[in-house]
């Protein structure tokens, strides 16, 4: 059991590093940008195809990782990241507007292969490091590092908008890329050939990754349009409002939209305690509910902001609500996809669901930026009224009692 914690630990703490970078990237991106005068689309498309390459990744990533081994899939998700944070630090203010966004495209796109390789990898080598006998510890283990890592990456705002103060963005990415590249180094020697290997000796075929679950289906596309909910008034409205409306540096920016993800990040981990309250396993009526929660805080707070009732307090508290529900939506979501993934489809299945999240993350952050030039945060927010409506009507057809539990 200790060598499978000793592995656990050193894949966890790849996975902060990486993490930490990931966040800070998002806010030096934005912030930096949005101060050299980019309008709040030009900014979007900035992350158009890091949403993107989510997409393909998470589709490829599992069967890439069952040929090749978790440690070869871990090692190139962090490698690709260095090479990027090193490349954007080439960029200048002095190139056309044209080419900087597409130059900073194609290395979000880079990035956004390396969160979703080392995501893939870190959480699937949880399964393969945890004794079979060990009951229990697959859901604690998971849990630990998915509430962890969205706590980081909320460390991670914090810390991109600090950079950007203090060292500038080029300086900024070089010691994230020189911080990661040392912890690559250390994980690499300590590793050695743990998850070397195949995942199993059975090969899948490459048309297995997407889902014939009809329950799978139904809940990949409830979890797109929520997450295209959220990102939609996330990604890029929030942030541009804090600086431009209310006149928020970039450290008060990086400082609030770290204490959120951090937030959001405690209440997803004790979450399932929290459901587990009820007298039945959640279910899809518990969705429902959960995402009729989430459609009411958001109109509360467009309505709020509409009606000019303390926009300030509105937008910061009302945000705050918002995060403790969708936490709770994210965490039921989590439990269910579990629930009904078939034993020996388990990696395919949730790779298929992850792909959904990823073309809902990737349609929030181009309707943020359009959302937000016509109609400012408002916009936004009514826009994510309608996805989040879309989502409880598609949840609406999910099973009123999971036919499965998750393992551990």
């Not at 014939?212 to 979890?223: G, P, Q, T």
Request: with cysteine.
């Amino acid at each position: 059991m200790s060598a499978a914690i000793r592995n656990y630990a050193l894949v966890t703490s790849a996975y902060w590093g990486f993490t930490l970078t990931d966040g800070a990237l998002r806010m030096l991106v934005l912030l930096h940008f949005h101060a050299l005068g980019y309008s709040a689309f030009e900014i979007a498309l900035l992350f158009v195809l890091y949403e993107f390459a989510g997409i393909i990744t998470n589709l490829v990533g599992g069967w890439l990782a069952q040929a090749r081994g978790l440690r070869f899939t871990l090692y190139c998700g962090l490698s690709l990241q260095i090479a990027s944070l090193a490349a954007l630090s080439l960029t200048s203010p002095d190139w056309l507007p044209a080419v900087s966004v597409a130059y900073v495209m194609g290395l979000q796109a880079a990035s956004g292969v390396a969160k979703d390789l080392t995501k893939m990898s870190s959480k699937s080598a949880i399964k393969v490091l945890v004794p079979a006998e060990a009951k229990g510890a697959l859901f604690r283990w998971v849990a630990l590092l998915t509430g962890s890592k969205n706590a980081l990456k909320g460390v991670g705002f914090f810390m991109g908008g600090a950079l950007l103060s203090w060292l500038g963005f080029s300086g900024a990415v070089l010691a994230m890329a020189a911080g990661l590249a040392i912890t690559l180094i250390a994980v690499a020697i300590s590793l050695g050939d743990a998850m070397s290997g195949p995942g199993s000796a059975a090969q899948p075929k490459f048309r297995d990754v997407f889902s014939s679950d009809r329950k799978i289906n139904i809940l990949s596309a409830a979890r797109l349009f929520l997450f295209g909910a959220r990102d939609i008034w996330f990604v890029v409205g929030l942030p541009v409002f804090l600086a431009a409306e209310l006149g928020w540096s970039h450290i008060e920016v990086g400082t609030y939209m770290a204490a959120w993800v951090i937030g959001y990040g405690f209440v997803q981990a004790i979450a399932p305690k929290m459901l587990r309250a009820q007298s039945h396993e959640p279910d899809g009526r518990t969705a429902q509910f959960w995402v009729i929660a989430l459609i009411a805080v958001t109109i509360a707070i467009a309505a709020a902001i509409q009606q000019d009732v303390a926009p300030e307090l509105a937008v910061l508290g009302g945000l705050l609500v918002f995060g403790v529900v969708f936490a709770i939506n994210s965490s039921l979501h989590s439990y269910l996809i579990l629930a009904y993934a078939q034993g020996d489809k388990v990696a395919m299945n949730v790779g298929f669901y992850y792909m959904s999240n990823a073309i809902g993350r990737l349609t929030g952050t181009i309707l943020s930026g359009v959302a937000y030039f016509y109609g400012g945060l408002v916009g936004c927010l009514l826009t994510s009224i309608v996805f989040l409506t879309i989502s409880w009507i598609v949840s609406t057809a999910l099973p009123t009692r999971s036919t499965a539990t998750p393992q551990g």
